[in-house]
């Protein structure tokens, strides 16, 4: 029977062996690549094949795997040159082969994401292409870095820098496209409609995230997790743990706003804590995790709260002459929005502070006047001024007090504190303090300063108190003033700032529209508006270009 088995094979012409052999290779191709995908969802210890690469490299990566660490270090080095010498694309390029060689080496993940976040996105001069490579950066980092590397501090505490700094803060000249880019996609996952979003604050129904109640919510709730790696039970532990509390009026408040990428930096940097806090050979990276809290919090504090501007749209953009003649638009502070201090979130950040210290002193012994005492007290100063700035006198004193019975020896230096009696002038205190911030402060905290003051003037002339409501507009003109005369040669768009009559008529419409209706009434009266009537915005200045050439 054997004899003749293999007498039916051989009797088989060649063309049709040929051809079952084609069929085979072709199937096996066809499920390869689905085999190859099911491999690394069900094992993070699975290697891909190296894509993009080289035959010669493909081949030798394949036939010495357990060479594979040689070659990967020899890719490293080039990739090193590359980055001292500027060639990012090139780094690039060697960076994914090393991180396709040793996917569970953390560094490698975090270097790529770098250069595709800031150094080959500031190349492009468009926002829309900037944007595309800092999503990468972030991508990189949160879907394949923590795939690879659940348990390495350094991938969460590289993606949560990310969002505090390159998305979060103003260095870039296109980082309001950035935070605008980013509070649309999250606006699209967490909430029906961008109403919705504007109406709670930010805030999004966290059970609702977690028990989706029809295929609406369902949608978003999966897009939010394959697109975007977000837990909704992982959202809602964050949201109590570092933004929920209680106001002094006793009602209680999520004061987070998920819409914003602070709030995504103390995400990220809180699961790394819980994922990595068992690793005891990381604790550097570890500590860095805690400040990237505590550090992510006292921004969500200080530009936290997204302000919106009711605006008339030829605001939004102003033609500015520049060198030569040539004429540029700059987007200004009146585009629909912008940010202010998030005060129902000092009570929180104040906690996250107290944590830090308790840990820096349990674990390492750092006594209160270590980097995080310091962090603490310059906090709790700054809260006492913006308090003050946005008209809650009482909370102001309140936070300012603290700050002396915890740093007593720090606060004596400051006019205002009375040695002999152990008190505070709060006035003199908040005036000190405002002449250095006029001094230091960058474009948010400018805007954050005069919307403040504007609205602890609004408030005061619709009280009747035209003096102090006088002196609060006097230091919102110095600070617009000062800051222009500051950023005056400035080039960056970032940075440019609306003629200070438009800041006011700006803030007044949002005082009338935002605050409650007795006020709102209160106001109109003092400035002579009818009921429901909103300041007219003055007419933007004419464009002015380059002057007509002879015979022009």
Not at 437 to 451: I, S, Y
């Amino acid at each position: 029977m054997t004899a003749r088995r293999a007498k039916t094979l051989d009797s088989l012409p060649k063309p049709v062996l040929g051809g079952l052999i084609v069929l085979l290779l072709v199937l096996t191709f066809l499920v390869q690549g689905r085999l190859n995908e099911q491999r690394a969802e069900l094992s993070h210890n699975y290697l891909e094949p190296l894509q993009n690469a080289p035959p010669m490299l493909v081949l030798t990566t394949q036939a010495l795997s357990g060479f594979r660490g040689i070659i990967s270090s020899y890719l490293w080095l080039r990739a090193n040159e590359a980055q001292l010498e500027k060639r990012y694309q090139e780094q690039m390029q060697l960076s994914q082969w090393v991180s396709q060689l040793q996917p569970n080496v953390p560094t490698v993940w975090a270097n790529r994401a770098w250069n595709m976040a800031y150094n080959i996105s500031v190349k492009y001069p468009d926002g829309e292409t900037r944007w595309m490579y800092v999503q990468e950066g972030i991508r990189l980092l949160r879907d394949e870095g923590i795939r690879y590397c659940p348990q390495e501090p350094i991938i969460y505490h590289e993606l949560s820098w990310i969002f505090q700094h390159k998305v979060g803060h103003n260095m870039d000249d296109h980082h309001r496209f950035y935070k605008r880019q980013w509070m649309n996609n999250m606006t699209a996952v967490l909430w029906a409609t961008p109403e919705d979003a504007r109406n709670s604050k930010g805030v999004p129904n966290f059970d609702e995230l977690i028990n989706p109640p029809n295929e609406e919510v369902a949608a978003r709730v999966r897009e939010l997790r394959k697109k975007y790696r977000l837990d909704p039970r992982e959202i809602k532990e964050v949201a109590i743990k570092y933004g929920r509390t209680t106001l002094p009026n006793g009602k209680t408040v999520d004061a987070l706003d998920w819409r914003i990428p602070e709030t995504h930096s103390i995400y990220w940097a809180h699961l790394g804590l819980k994922r990595c806090s068992h690793n005891p050979s990381r604790e550097k990276a570890l500590r860095k995790l805690e400040r990237i809290i505590y550090q992510s919090m006292m921004y969500a504090f200080e530009r936290g709260k997204l302000n919106w501007n009711p605006f008339d749209n030829q605001y939004e953009f102003q033609n500015v002459t520049g060198a030569g003649g040539s004429s540029r638009e700059v987007m200004n502070l009146s585009a629909s929005w912008s940010t202010i201090p998030n005060l129902d979130i000092t009570a929180k950040a104040h906690e996250a502070y107290e944590e830090m210290i308790k840990q820096a002193q349990e674990s390492r012994g750092e006594n209160i006047g270590s980097t995080f005492g310091m962090a603490h007290f310059n906090f709790l100063r700054r809260a006492a001024n913006w308090f003050y700035y946005y008209n809650r006198e009482e909370e102001a004193r309140h936070w300012l007090m603290i700050c002396a019975k915890l740093y007593p020896d720090k606060v004596r230096f400051y006019p205002g504190y009375d040695f002999e009696n152990d008190t505070l002038n709060l006035d003199e205190f908040v005036r000190y303090k405002l002449e250095e911030d006029v001094k230091r402060g960058n474009f948010d905290k400018t805007q954050a300063l005069f919307t403040g003051l504007l609205i602890r003037h609004f408030t005061l002339l619709g009280t009747g108190d035209a003096e102090e409501a006088d002196i609060a507009l006097g230091m919102a003109k110095e600070v617009v003033d000062r800051y222009n005369v500051r950023f005056a040669n400035a080039k960056e768009d970032r940075v440019s700032l609306p003629p200070f009559e438009v800041i006011r008529i700006l803030r007044m419409r949002a005082f009338l529209l935002e605050e409650s209706a007795i006020r709102a009434a209160m106001l109109r009266t003092a400035v002579g508006l009818a009921d429901g009537q909103l300041p007219e915005l003055p007419k933007p200045p004419p464009v002015q270009g380059p002057s007509p050439g002879p015979g022009q």
